[in-house]
């Protein structure tokens, strides 16, 4: 898949952030994406690639965990970002269907945000190489929505939406082992951006009375076989 013109343009580069994690709301929605991918990677302190990693805001809080972070994107304006933010991320320009590293040479990859722009087909082969790069034994998470508000007809954009049973045929597909997954959110991360905080600690405290398999958006740790 070619870079989407959408994390190329620089006016929607430079509003990325505001757009998915400005105000409280949005801080709020961005800990807890950090606080489960935390828990997915567990005390590994290896050699982590966050890809794509967009503006570096994952890439950064990682980082600072003590992982040893490489942020990995097609667009040289998320790097330059990246960059801006943490001079001393090593960082990679490359496209994730073919990524440049060994096989096994990684401990962990992180792809985060990715895969409700990628067909089904596209997402197994994305999910190979990553499983390739990582080894047996090295973990890869990444994260999937079960539904989107942005999708036709209402809106142009080009949404994948994909249920459990899908995303873990894929995951078979690919040759990987699911390691853990863990749901969140009851509406769209980027409406939760517009809530006052104590209505979404509310919310939070909604979704755990619920089945996993109700929540939007679930974030997955594989493993290779």
Excluded at 46 to 68: A, N
Excluded at 173 to 181: D, F, H, M, S, T
Aim: charged share 25%; aromatic share 10%.
């Amino acid at each position: 898949m070619k870079t989407h013109k959408v994390y190329t343009g620089k006016d929607l580069v430079d509003r990325y952030d505001y757009r998915h994690f400005g105000g409280k709301g949005g801080q709020h929605v961005f800990h807890r994406d950090c606080a489960v991918l935390e828990s997915l990677l567990g005390a590994s302190r290896g050699l982590l690639l966050d890809v794509p990693c967009g503006t570096g805001v994952y890439s950064i809080v990682f980082q600072e965990k003590g992982h040893r972070v490489v942020a990995a994107d097609a667009s040289m304006l998320m790097l330059e970002k990246t960059g801006q933010r943490r001079a001393g991320i090593p960082r990679v320009l490359c496209d994730i269907n073919q990524l440049p590293f060994k096989s096994g040479v990684l401990d962990a990859v992180m792809t985060v945000r990715l895969f409700q722009h990628l067909p089904g087909d596209n997402v197994v082969r994305v999910l190979q190489e990553l499983g390739r790069v990582t080894g047996p034994g090295g973990l890869v998470i990444f994260d999937t929505f079960r539904w989107s508000p942005r999708k036709p007809p209402l809106f142009k954009s080009e949404m994948y939406v994909y249920s459990h049973r899908s995303v873990e045929k894929m995951i078979e597909e690919a040759g990987l082992r699911k390691v853990q997954a863990h749901s969140l959110y009851l509406f769209s991360p980027i409406m939760y951006r517009k809530m006052p905080v104590w209505f979404l600690r509310g919310l939070g405290i909604l979704e755990k009375a619920m089945p996993q398999r109700w929540l939007l958006r679930t974030f997955w740790a594989c493993t290779g076989n």
